[in-house]
């Protein structure tokens, strides 16, 4: 028998909210502001009780952020010569204040593709906040919103920065592999 997918209102106590927003990195620094605790209110509870459900598809654009309260994703991207692989496996972990944010250039409110598809790999539940509902939340409360546009500046800077060295690593390891003769070795100094 296969269980259906279910949105309800949100359901969740102020204090629920606060130990949920406490440990989601956007919003671990105000989690106890009026406006993170209305848009929490404002947002669905979204619940898989099975796996396999796609939740983001690459390339399409995005409304939904999910909060993922429970459960397990994989987040697959598509390499250039189409093959789909897994690049992470992402799961809740209250216990450690592990609380995954998925798709949160939505909170943007542009109209931007997805980058990557994400699929449940377990029944999971996710709190979903639309961009429509962020973008009234930091119209009464725009403090939050320069505070978490900040917080994603910052990822963004990290990931970057990770994105750079892995180029760099991938560019010496071609260039090991089809130049080596240019390559010095270095172990002997």
């Known amino acids: 028998m296969k269980l259906e997918n279910k949105n309800k209102k949100t359901e969740l106590s102020t204090s629920d909210i606060r130990r949920i927003f406490a440990n989601v990195s956007l919003f671990s620094e105000i989690y106890e502001d009026e406006g993170v ?80 598809t994400v699929r449940t790999t377990t029944p999971s539940m996710f709190l979903v906040i639309k961009s429509k509902t962020f973008a009234n939340i930091i119209k009464k409360y725009p403090h939050i919103g320069v505070h978490v546009y900040r917080k994603m500046c910052e990822s963004v800077i990290t990931n970057l920065e990770r994105s750079n060295k892995n180029v760099a690593t991938l560019f010496n390891a071609y260039r090991e592999e089809i130049f080596p003769e240019t390559v010095t070795d270095n172990s002997q100094e």
Request: charged share 20%.
């Open 37 to 116: 605790i209305k848009l929490a209110q404002s947002s669905e509870i979204l619940v898989h009780n099975t796996a396999n459900i796609t939740l983001i598809k690459h390339g399409e654009v995005g409304t939904d952020t999910y909060i993922m309260l429970s459960g397990e994703v994989e987040i697959l991207v598509d390499s250039l010569s189409g093959d789909r692989f897994v690049v992470a496996v992402v799961h809740t972990d209250m216990e450690n204040k592990n609380v995954p944010i998925i798709g949160e250039n939505a909170l943007l409110n542009i109209t931007q593709k997805r980058t990557a």
